[in-house]
């Protein structure tokens, strides 16, 4: 089982790496769309502080939600996805295995790029740190969560923005708490509260967006 | 037993069965809610603090009350639907939706409605308005998703996954967004010392809750019977049906 598991996770790095440039665009986009905001808004330090919260986690969520194609898509154009349901292997295990794919090709660069991002809305030190923690914590539950949505949504013509209206609803909470706590580190205030609820949301959907995106994907193949 | 349930849930079976349960559900809404209306508009006291405008509640705090109600049927028969293949369930369940998006944005404006004489402002980002905002959007995006899917089993499936999804996340939601609102902004509009309700207030208030719930069942009962004809389309029942006209 656990071989498996990281069978599928390998493979699914290996795909990744030999199509490099595709690998780069989420990561891109986050940036662009950080950027965005001082040019419309004000690129005074003191204005960027305040939304500088809120727009890195907002353009975060939608640099996943564009990179949630990449989960299920290809596999169920060329029917691997059949072959991987037709396997003995438990299919909660095979959907670990490429949520965590994903995540490491999207999630991670996210929070490593992250810094580079305070930097950029002039966020103090202390919330930039803040603002890695949330990102690690938050940012898995948002490829297990919108997992459910593409392995629902796989098999629509044009699902992009079905996709994104059934899952943005549920992203809220990641949203809330992320935001917040890099809020509330910037006010010198403890944010053990809000991390601990993200890792709390984490440990739920790690244990129940699995078996919800397995029983979603036999949907959709038995169409 | 099974077979008892099989039988009685077969699309043919609750056209038929469904029809005085429609005429009872209505008589008793219609009934119930002008009594409660009659009540509530009235007979029960001028709050204190609100004037008459609180009278909204009897619409406003019903129709709240019933936008979760309905999405927990949804959710219910969405699953039973998908684990006991009952297509009535399924019927129920996609019959439902419309109407309970129906119940939060009719929430919603009476809400906002009411937030102009008492908070100065149609929308204030208050935790309570802004979870019922997004139970709005969820009923969107499972509507979105029953009719983006052509296969009408498929899409009751996929569309009924969703719903119990959003169940497991509706409270979590709510809680977030609550500890939102008030660790923004300490609540200075939305909290003010609201005494325990007056009986006078309370006994239409729950006659009027009634009423909706009997005006839910009927209606959901037309809808789903709208639902079983347009998908039994092909059948022979409807066919005969159609052929009796």
Same mark, same amino acid.
């Given at each position: 089982m656990l071989k498996a598991y990281y069978y599928l996770l390998f493979r699914d790095l290996r795909l990744a790496l030999r199509n490099r440039h595709e690998l780069a665009n989420p990561l891109i986009f986050f940036v662009l769309v950080v950027t965005l905001f001082p040019l419309a808004v004000t690129p005074t330090p003191e204005t960027l502080q305040t939304m500088a919260p809120g727009v890195i986690w907002v353009s975060a969520l939608l640099a996943v939600l564009l990179s949630l194609d990449r989960l299920f898509k290809q596999d169920y154009e060329d029917g691997s996805l059949d072959q991987l349901m037709l396997s003995p292997n438990p299919l909660v295990i095979l959907v670990l295995a490429k949520v965590t794919a994903h995540w490491l090709l999207t999630g991670l660069p996210l929070v490593i790029i992250a810094p580079l991002l305070g930097l950029f809305m002039s966020l103090p030190m202390e919330a930039v740190i803040v603002l890695i923690y949330s990102l690690l914590l938050g940012t898995p539950v948002l490829s297990l969560i919108g997992a459910i949505g593409v392995s629902l949504t796989v098999a629509v013509n044009r699902g992009g923005v079905l996709l994104s209206l059934i899952i943005l609803p549920l992203y809220i909470p990641i949203l809330i708490f992320g935001a917040n706590a890099v809020d509330v580190a910037m006010a010198g205030l403890p944010v053990s509260g809000q991390l601990l609820f993200l890792g709390a949301v984490l440990a739920l959907s790690v244990s129940l967006a699995p078996l919800a995106t397995s029983v979603a994907l036999r949907i959709t193949a038995s169409r | 037993m099974w077979h008892w349930i099989q039988r009685f849930s077969s699309p043919k079976h609750f056209y038929t069965m469904s029809v005085p349960l429609i005429k009872w559900f209505t008589v008793g809404a219609l009934l119930i809610g002008l009594y409660g209306l009659y009540l509530g508009l009235f007979v029960a006291p001028t709050d204190?603090?609100?004037?008459? @405008?609180?009278?909204i509640i009897f619409i406003h705090v019903p129709a709240a009350w019933m936008s979760l109600f309905v999405y927990m049927v949804m959710a219910a028969s969405a699953g039973i639907g998908i684990i006991w293949q009952i297509r009535l369930a399924d019927m129920v369940a996609a019959a439902s939706a419309p109407i309970g998006a129906s119940f939060a944005f009719l929430a919603l404006v009476t809400g906002s409605l009411w937030g102009k004489?008492?908070?100065?402002?149609?929308?204030?980002? /208050?935790a309570r308005l802004t979870s019922e905002l997004i139970l709005l959007f969820l009923y969107l995006g499972y509507m979105a998703l029953q009719s983006a899917i052509e296969d009408q089993r498929s899409a009751d499936k996929a569309s009924g996954l969703l719903a119990i999804v959003g169940v497991v996340n509706i409270p979590i939601i709510h809680y977030s967004v609550e500890w939102w609102n008030t660790l923004h902004q300490g609540a200075t509009v939305t909290?003010? /010392?609201?005494? @325990?309700?007056?009986v006078d207030m309370l006994i239409p208030l729950l006659l009027m809750a009634v009423a909706f719930k009997l005006f839910y069942a009927a209606i959901v009962l037309i809808r789903a019977r709208n639902e079983a004809l347009y998908r039994d389309r092909n059948r022979r029942w409807v066919r005969e049906l159609i052929e009796q006209l």
């Open positions: - | 204190y603090q609100q004037g008459e @405008s609180y009278r004489p008492m908070w100065g402002a149609y929308w204030v980002w /208050d909290k003010f /010392d609201k005494p @325990s309700i007056h």
